[in-house]
Nanobody
């Protein structure tokens, strides 16, 4: 009973902004969400899935070099949500973006949402 649902994708012009949101549910998982490292991945057509950003339960973040300074990952443990604020987007950011639950301490997860499409026009 673990579900991750992404929202907020759409079409945006280069240089614009978009905010993605991931809502986590499931009683067992929800109990440990606040201690779970969450991540955003993306996969462009013909490309391998790549890690975009991670955030620990306490708010420590890591970013791919390609998005550092432009994207911001955040979380609201009271709402069990993880957001990705995308600023100054480029066509290279076009991809399906996936929310992922990575781990709680040493316990590794493999939970994924269905993804949300982000398309950046030139």
């Amino acid at each position: 009973q673990v579900q991750l649902v992404e929202s907020g994708g759409g079409l945006v012009q280069a240089g614009g902004s978009l905010r993605l949101s991931c809502a986590a549910s499931g009683r067992t998982f929800s109990r440990t969400f606040s201690a779970t490292t969450m991540a955003w991945y993306r996969q462009a057509p013909g490309k391998q899935r790549e890690l975009v950003a991670t955030i620990s339960g306490t708010g420590n973040t890591n970013y791919a070099d390609s998005v550092k300074g432009r994207f911001t990952i955040s979380r609201d443990n009271a709402k069990n949500t993880v957001d990705l604020q995308m600023n100054s987007v480029t066509p290279e950011d076009t991809a399906v973006y996936y929310c992922n639950a990575q781990r709680t301490g040493f316990r590794v997860y493999d939970y994924w949402g269905q993804g949300t499409q982000v398309t950046v026009s030139s």
